[in-house]
């Protein structure tokens, strides 16, 4: 510092001031003046310590990364060093105005959420892959595991060659009323032999006695008697002898469920003497149906022989009886 009068540096001071009465006379610092001028140095020492705080980061901010790689070792030249071809060429070329960056765009808001989510929704499941096609081992393996599946054409086949049971019925029950139908006709004949050979005997026996008897028919007459089989008159031994009739048919015949009990059904019985049965006729108005009508039948000559003793003067070889159901 320069050398300088001592009143001079006194009245330049910071920490002095002169009297202003300009009597040059020092005046003393107060505590105000103290204050301040601390206040002046810290700020002043605030002020460079943030100049200095800017300019390390600017310095940090513009600092470049350095590439890698060998650098480049470039020679500047002037343009007026160039040739005036290549300066013309430099003119014609159009520099390109720097674009500006994009701007990024704002990203969108949002969206409020509902006050109650819904349900989230069931994924779909993709298909099932089908299988690859297995080898023949696989297969037979596998058809081997697998239980015997039925053959049902095969069985619907062999249900339809089978008749119904329906039809299987019917058929039994037609080859019984055949077996039924020759089993009468059988006995019809037995009978019909039988009565023809009783018919015989009867006839040889009444030669016979014709020829035994004495030629002279000096006796007087006797009184014919009833013929067997002509028919008597006595009602009371008639009845009698048709109720013997049908209790005795009754006895061998099952009523079918089809007649009710009381249904009456005329019918004319053909009979030798002794009761034996030649024929059995249904007349046409009887009122069972058809397997009523066989099964009396069948009864009249399972009845063989019919009841004789004890109604020879009321037998007669063709009797009409009017039958009727009851059970035994």
Known sequence: ?????????????????????????????????????VAQALLLHGALLALLLVGLHWSKATSAEAAQGEPIEAELISASDLSPAMQRALQRTPVKPRQPPPKAEPKPLPEPLPDALPPPAQRQLPPPVPDPAPTEQVRVQRDAALPPVPNVRR?????????????????????????????????????????????????????????????????????????????????????????????????QWTRPDTIALGQKCRMTIHQAPGGTVLNVEISPSCSYDAQGRQSIEAAVFKADPLPYAGFETVFNRNLDINFEAADP
């Open 1 to 37: 510092m320069p050398a300088c009068r001592v009143r001079a540096c006194w009245a330049t001071s910071p920490t002095h001031r002169a009297n202003p009465s300009g009597d040059g006379a020092p005046v003393k610092q107060t505590r105000t003046d103290t204050g301040l001028a």
């Open 155 to 251: 069985e619907q086949e062999q249900q339809r060659r089978q008749p119904p049971q329906v039809e299987l019925d019917a058929q039994r029950e037609t080859e019984m009323e055949r077996q039924r139908q020759r089993q009468i006709e059988d006995l019809r004949r037995q009978r019909a032999q039988a009565a023809r050979t009783a018919s015989m005997a009867e006839q040889r026996a009444q030669q016979l006695a014709d020829a035994r008897a004495p030629a002279s028919n000096a006796a007087p007459p006797r009184r014919a008697q009833p013929t067997p089989g002509a028919g008597g008159t006595d009602p009371s031994l008639l009845a009698r002898y048709v109720a013997a009739l049908q209790h005795a048919i009754t006895r």
